[in-house]
């Protein structure tokens, strides 16, 4: 049967996704309102997803699915992703690939914006009130209390004042 200009197949309900109403994920098309979690129905978007083959999920739900054998690095049959844009940078707090749309950079690395924290506080950072020391990531506050000036005056250690009697 000819295709009358429609576009793709939903990977969810196998109807017709034109253009205007399109998601594409893992060289699949999507409706928008079909793009959700496989498991908890969660509507989802670019920052929210995670694929495995041909099922989509959110982050949390992918997390749940029992763990895969960790591949190679040196994989001979890099995927298609791999090859069309290189490896991703590494996030510096949990380790995991660091793709375009959650990108925040702090110390001069890659960082998600769910990792983009206070190390001490777990405060989330932002560009005004970040500080960076040995690779690590901090508020102003932690910061100052931990790795600022001490003494009389610095919060370390008060004045005695002698009362005259």
């Not at 429609?6 to 098309?29: F, L, M, W």
């Not at 749940?64 to 707090?93: D, L, Q, V």
């Not at 702090?106 to 769910?114: A, E, I, L």
């Amino acid at each position: 049967m000819p295709n009358w200009g429609g576009g793709a197949k939903c990977g969810a309900c196998e109807k017709t996704v034109y253009h205007a109403e399109e998601i594409q994920c893992n060289g699949r098309s999507f409706h928008k309102t079909c793009f959700h979690c496989m498991a908890c129905r969660k509507a989802l978007d670019s920052t929210t997803v995670a694929a495995h083959e041909s099922e989509i999920y959110c982050k949390i739900c992918y997390g749940r699915r029992s763990p895969k054998p960790a591949r190679s690095a040196t994989t001979s049959n890099p995927s298609k992703f791999t090859a069309k844009f290189g490896e991703s940078e590494k996030c510096p707090r949990c380790g995991k690939s660091v793709y375009a749309a959650e990108k925040v950079m702090g110390g001069g690395k890659p960082w998600h914006k769910t990792c983009f924290r206070c190390a001490i506080c777990g405060k989330s950072l932002e560009s005004t009130n970040v500080t960076d020391k040995d690779g690590e990531l901090y508020c102003k506050v932690c910061y100052a209390k931990n790795f600022g000036p001490t003494g009389i005056g610095f919060g370390g250690l008060t004045q005695q004042v002698e009362k005259k009697e």
